[in-house]
């Protein structure tokens, strides 16, 4: 399985795509006006599609959102300008240079247009192996390099924290890329949100080169749609609210206010910590702007292409780590938030009965995705609702110890 990735704006003459040989279907990366509004995934042989084919798919899948925008165009009030803060952008990292190089390839034409003082890009190297990553970024000009000691991806958010300038702190995810409107997206949101403590944005595919890779973005992927949306202190209809923290966006691709974010005490290292607990600290971090009573915002121009797990094995344990975060963060947030215990007891029960609804679901229907994989996830749940974060807890206070 491999799929062709097209990025196609609508408001040009419609291509005759061809999908090449190898390729088992196609995804279209659909743009109006430079704005993405929606990803479309195919099946399909090699072979062309005609403009008129493209143009019925597109209307079929795309055409109320389309219509949306086209209202949204006519009615835009203008957005009063507002000052821009300074922005670090820290890409937290550990023994992958060659993903890095990439990531910052695709950064720096963004910094270039930029004032370099108003810009920092700061990469933490978290407990490397070895110097590769070092030397990759001595080769770029206005990139900052640091070495965290202290093993764990929250411990390597928490020092950018201690270390960044910027009025904005953005952090990207070493195995993305971010899009040439990356940028401009984030200034976008800030300034219909000035009032915001926290930003997150679209995640695409940066590939869909093999089976595990569809199958993910098949599943949803990291997206969380294409529509504006401002979080407040309530959301209708939705009885969890803030606790299912998951809506509001992915850890690869989020930005926050500086002094907000030091103003809730940063990352818990407990969470995110690696190969023991591999997740929680977005999700986490996000439920704890919320209950401090500041708005979070999700802006889909704020555009990254993450580079999703390329084999089966790698994509249960995916799944695995996701479960594990998820009730780790539940867990800690349980008995951290007393007020907010009935809708976390509300959400397990949920969290539970949609995951094996899922696995009933792939058994029956071929197209779901592999039982295996909603095993892991489930398997992952329950280790992280007996004691996970605990355990973790007192393993981060013993690699602190080591760093006293």
């Not at 539970?352 to 095993?375: N, V």
Request: hydrophobic share 40%.
């Amino acid at each position: 399985m491999s799929y062709a990735i097209v990025d196609l704006e609508v408001t040009q003459p419609l291509p005759t795509l061809t999908i090449p040989p190898g390729k088992t279907g196609i995804a279209l990366v659909v743009r109006c006006h430079d704005r993405p509004v929606g990803l479309l995934l195919k099946s399909l042989p090699a072979g062309a599609i005609a403009p008129g084919e493209l143009a019925d798919w597109i209307a079929r899948e795309l055409g109320a959102k389309l219509l949306q925008e086209r209202i949204r165009e006519e009615i835009a009030i203008s957005t009063k300008p507002v000052d821009f803060p300074s922005l670090t952008v820290a890409i937290c990292t550990k023994d992958r240079p060659d993903y890095v190089q990439r990531l910052l390839r695709s950064l720096l034409p963004l910094q270039q247009n930029q004032d370099i003082s108003r810009f920092e890009i700061l990469v933490v190297d978290n407990a490397p192996s070895n110097d590769r990553t070092q030397a990759v970024v001595s080769d770029f000009s206005n990139v900052g390099y640091i070495r965290e000691p202290k093993a764990g991806l929250d411990f390597a958010r928490n020092r950018a924290l201690q270390e960044a300038t910027g009025e904005l702190l953005a952090f990207l995810d070493d195995d993305v890329v971010v899009d040439r409107h990356w940028l401009s997206g984030l200034q976008e949101a800030w300034a219909e949100n000035p009032d915001a403590a926290a930003f997150t944005g679209l995640v695409l595919p940066y590939e869909l080169e093999t089976e595990a890779q569809i199958l993910f973005e098949q599943r949803g992927g990291f997206r969380r749609g294409f529509e504006k949306i401002r979080y407040g202190q309530i959301l209708p209809n939705n009885v969890e609210y803030p606790c299912g923290s998951g809506i509001f966006g992915a850890g690869c691709n989020m930005a926050f206010r500086r002094d907000r974010l030091r103003a809730i005490g940063g990352f818990d290292d407990a969470l995110d910590t690696g190969a023991p607990l591999p997740g929680g600290g977005d999700i986490d971090i996000f439920y704890r702007i919320i209950r401090a009573g500041y708005p979070l915002v999700y802006e889909p121009r704020y555009l990254v292409f993450h580079q999703h797990r390329r084999e089966l094995a790698q994509l249960r344990r995916q799944y695995w780590s996701w479960g594990l975060g998820v009730m780790a963060f539940v867990t800690k947030s349980y008995q951290d938030d007393s007020t907010q215990r009935s809708k976390f007891l509300r959400l397990i029960a949920w969290w539970y009965k949609d995951k094996l609804g899922q696995l009933l679901r792939s058994f029956t229907k071929p197209q779901q995705i592999p039982p295996a994989m909603i095993l892991a996830e489930l398997w992952g749940g329950i280790v992280g609702l007996l004691g996970e974060y605990d355990r973790s807890r007192d393993r981060v206070q013993a690699i602190r110890r080591q760093y006293e």
